[in-house]
């Protein structure tokens, strides 16, 4: 590339310019802003429910035949299950290589494969969504009202927001903590099924036969046809009362006769709480590699519309927006870019104290930077920390060439040469000279681009976009800046004023400074080899001791807590306690908000274990958030019979699973009886060791339990198989759903 054409076309120099100026705005406003660049592990969750399961049937009947074909798919990382009283989730992730849609389309054929070896009691077969458990939501809503039943702003919650909210693009999956939809609970008294000696196996075919919404044809007349409907659905528990079970003595048995019939909810054992007022709460979780910013911003503008339509009573309040940190950090990033572009251009006039020497050099910042966006958005990557940063580092760099040219023309314009002159001959002797520097420099970079895993995918931007900025400040340098300098520079005057004067001095100080170092450090050669040692060993040891983490802790706002009480505390009991916690948390001074929520949920399947969200207030008015932290421990500590483990939530979470630390270590083994006997070992050992804190295990089989031991030879006996024993013994404590309710706009269980 010859400097002297751009020289001679000014024109053509100024459009080249403009295009890059031009192409690189475009670029800047289409680009999408994030945290981080992308570094999601492709990860897909499949949940599965048996309600009144054990967590040993649901291990070996559900997770097992699963577990058996996902186990075939190609390019699988880790996969976790985790079995439940009636909930069974498994958690696959991927290699960072493997494509989402292909893997789900891979899962999706596994769960069909798998289907004839389920329990045919399934209610629902087994589903997946594209969604990493450990990503913490990017928004949360609550709903409540203090009018208006919990399963009312449920069936709104559920109906109205969630299933459109899901259609946005991006979204995984919307959660709902604290459901409470609606159905109809039947709670039979066994002295009155006994006094008139009905099985609740009678009670529950009478249930089944009694509500139906089946087709009924049609009628067809000579000259008009009718449709006909039958009246055979019921629709709430006033329906259900007079429904007759069957006939004893001549007389009808009614279902009111044998127990409560009321109206409730599908899941009475799970509650959630906005501030200290009972709610319905929606965390939407992004797909992994889509970006939080969109995702986020495409969900509040249907806020509005949601709030017109939604009645009078019920509240709708946004209690978490994962993009407000986003915005605020990726501004912070912004003011520190341009604090350290006026840095650069002032520390050029310091030492050239030339206005037009200045601003020549100085074109290559913004150039360099704004054309570096141009490539990033073909490239297809985002303004976030990263991507900023590499910017911010570049701006010492693309200044340089740019310097290099400016003080080479400037040498020959001091020799008398005119300013046309000395740009074509300072340009042609220095422009190879630039040309290696920036490509040596662009080289530096190389190896990152090839660095694979997490890191790798981290580094992989931050080494594109500094390479770029390189390289374009390389051709503003060999184009634009001796274009400038044969039109636009001052030839250096003979007169300067006074503080040009006291500058120089200034300067003439630091160089007889350094001449004098210089010359003690050549008569003491040996001494400056023994320090350049000791600096070699310092380092080095310095680099062993010093703390090392993937990536530092931010504050986002937020804090994540985990609540764990007794493996065998009830709903009732487990309530009080969480809201003894949130009470706690509710007084401090820097929290907000929070959300609680207690019950079986996608983060946690276990019921004895609840959750607390807090957002904190501003950052101008609070501590850090694990100073925070550090201040709820001893006091969340009071409440008895109730573990508690706050964590700042890193933004990036390795591993498909929410833990209640920040650090997990898994056991494995083939010997399940040796499993459960080590863990513990190791749990408790490692409770003593110092410096550890928030030991937890997600190992729960110390739950009491009753063992039914069937007597085969009496049951055979008196006519009655283990299967039927097993039916009655789930359907008196399982919650078993034996008709569906169904709406124009949903379907409910009895």
């Given at each position: 590339m010859s400097p002297e054409l751009f020289i001679r076309r000014p024109v053509l120099t100024t459009l080249l310019m403009a295009a890059i100026l031009l192409f690189g705005i475009m670029g800047f406003r289409l680009l999408p802003v994030s945290d981080l660049p992308n570094v999601d592990f492709p990860t897909i969750q499949v949940s599965a429910a048996l309600p009144g399961a054990s967590p040993e049937t649901m291990a070996s009947a559900v997770a097992t035949p699963l577990e058996k074909q996902f186990t075939t798919i190609a390019g699988i990382d880790s996969m976790t299950s985790s079995s439940a009283l009636g909930l069974t989730q498994i958690t696959i992730q991927f290699s960072l290589d493997r494509s989402i849609d292909a893997a789900a389309q891979d899962v999706q054929a596994m769960i069909a494969k798998a289907a004839p070896l389920l329990p045919p009691q399934m209610p629902t077969p087994p589903f997946y969504q594209k969604v990493n458990p450990a990503d913490q939501p990017v928004i949360y809503l609550s709903l409540s009202s203090p009018t208006l039943p919990l399963y009312t702003v449920d069936d709104y919650a559920q109906t109205n927001l969630a299933q459109r909210i899901s259609t946005i693009n991006g979204v995984a999956q919307v959660q709902v903590f604290g459901s409470q939809k609606y159905a109809v609970r039947v709670q039979l008294d066994p002295r009155a099924l006994t006094t008139r000696g009905i099985g609740i196996d009678e009670v529950e075919q009478a249930l089944t036969r009694s509500n139906v919404n089946l087709p009924t044809g049609t009628l067809y007349g000579a000259h008009q046809m009718f449709n006909v409907q039958a009246t055979g659905q019921l629709t709430n528990a006033a329906a259900f009362r007079p429904l007759i079970v069957?006939?004893?003595?001549?007389?009808?048995?009614?279902?009111?006769?044998?127990?409560?019939?009321?109206?409730?909810?599908?899941?009475?054992?799970?509650?959630?709480?906005?501030?200290?007022?009972?709610?319905?709460?929606?965390?939407?979780?992004?797909?992994?590699?889509?970006?939080?910013?969109?995702?986020?911003?495409?969900?509040?503008?249907?806020?509005?519309?949601?709030?017109?339509?939604?009645?009078?009573?019920?509240?709708?309040?946004?209690?978490?927006?994962?993009?407000?940190a986003i915005r605020e950090s990726v501004h912070d990033v912004e003011f520190t870019l341009l604090l350290s572009i006026a840095l650069v251009v002032l520390v050029i006039f310091l030492f050239l104290r030339n206005l037009s020497a200045t601003i020549i050099p100085s074109l290559a910042v913004p150039l360099?930077?704004?054309?570096?966006?141009?490539?990033?958005?073909?490239?297809?990557?985002?303004?976030?920390?990263?991507?900023?940063?590499?910017?911010?580092?570049?701006?010492?760099?693309?200044?340089?060439?740019?310097?290099?040219?400016?003080?080479?023309?400037?040498?020959?314009?001091?020799?008398?040469?005119?300013?046309?002159?000395?740009?074509?001959?300072?340009?042609?002797?220095?422009?190879?000279?630039?040309?290696?520097?920036?490509?040596?420099?662009?080289?530096?970079f190389i190896p990152v681009l090839f660095m694979g895993g997490v890191v790798g995918r981290l580094l992989h931007e931050f080494a594109v976009v500094i390479t770029v900025a390189v390289l374009v400040s390389g051709f503003v340098s060999l184009t634009l800046t001796p274009m400038a300098c044969s039109r636009f520079l001052r030839p250096p005057g003979e007169s300067h004023g006074r503080l040009y004067a006291a500058s120089e001095r200034f300067f003439d100080g630091m160089l007889r400074a350094y001449d004098h170092s210089l010359q003690w450090v050549l008569r003491h050669r040996r001494v400056t080899i023994a320090v350049m040692l000791l600096t070699f060993v310092v380092t080095a040891w310095l680099f062993v001791i010093i703390p090392k983490g993937f990536i530092p802790t931010e504050d986002t706002g937020q804090i994540f807590a985990f609540t764990e009480a007794a493996q065998d505390i009830s709903f009732d009991a487990m309530k009080e306690k969480q809201r003894a916690a949130a009470a706690i948390v509710l007084q401090q001074p820097y929290i907000d908000q929070i959300m609680s929520s207690i019950g079986a949920s996608t983060i946690n399947v276990v019921p004895n274990t609840g959750r607390i969200?807090?957002?904190?207030?501003?950052?101008?008015?609070?501590?850090?958030?694990?100073?925070?932290?550090?201040?709820?421990?001893?006091?969340?500590?009071?409440?008895?019979?109730?573990?508690?483990?706050?964590?700042?939530?890193?933004?990036?979470?390795?591993?498909?699973s929410l833990t209640k630390a920040l650090y997990q270590y898994t056991l494995q083994a083939t010997d399940l009886r040796e499993l459960y006997r080590w863990a513990p070992i190791l749990y408790d050992k490692m409770r003593t060791l110092p410096g550890f804190t928030d030991v937890n295990t997600d190992l729960q089989v110390a739950s009491p339990q009753i063992t039914v031991d069937i007597d085969r030879d009496r049951a055979s006996a008196l006519g009655v198989t283990a299967e039927q024993i097993e039916n009655a013994l789930y359907d008196a404590y399982g919650s078993r759903q034996v008709s569906t309710i169904y709406t124009p706009t949903n379907q409910y269980w009895v």
């Open positions: 069957a006939y004893r003595n001549g007389s009808p048995v009614r279902l009111q006769e044998l127990g409560r019939v009321i109206d409730s909810v599908q899941t009475d054992k799970v509650a959630s709480w906005y501030n200290d007022e009972r709610a319905v709460i929606l965390a939407v979780q992004r797909q992994p590699g889509t970006n939080t910013v969109e995702v986020v911003d495409a969900i509040r503008a249907l806020l509005p519309r949601f709030r017109a339509e939604l009645p009078a009573s019920v509240n709708l309040n946004v209690l978490y927006d994962r993009s407000v360099s930077i704004v054309g570096t966006f141009a490539a990033m958005y073909l490239l297809g990557y985002t303004i976030d920390i990263i991507s900023l940063m590499a910017l911010t580092l570049c701006v010492g760099f693309v200044v340089d060439d740019a310097v290099v040219m400016l003080e080479n023309i400037v040498r020959h314009m001091e020799a008398g040469k005119g300013r046309v002159e000395a740009a074509l001959i300072g340009a042609k002797e220095i422009g190879f000279t630039i040309l290696s520097m920036t490509l040596s420099l662009a080289a530096v969200f807090m957002r904190l207030k501003p950052r101008d008015q609070r501590p850090p958030a694990d100073k925070i932290i550090e201040d709820l421990r001893p006091k969340l500590a009071a409440v008895p019979g109730l573990k508690v483990y706050p964590q700042n939530l890193p933004i990036i979470r390795i591993g498909g």
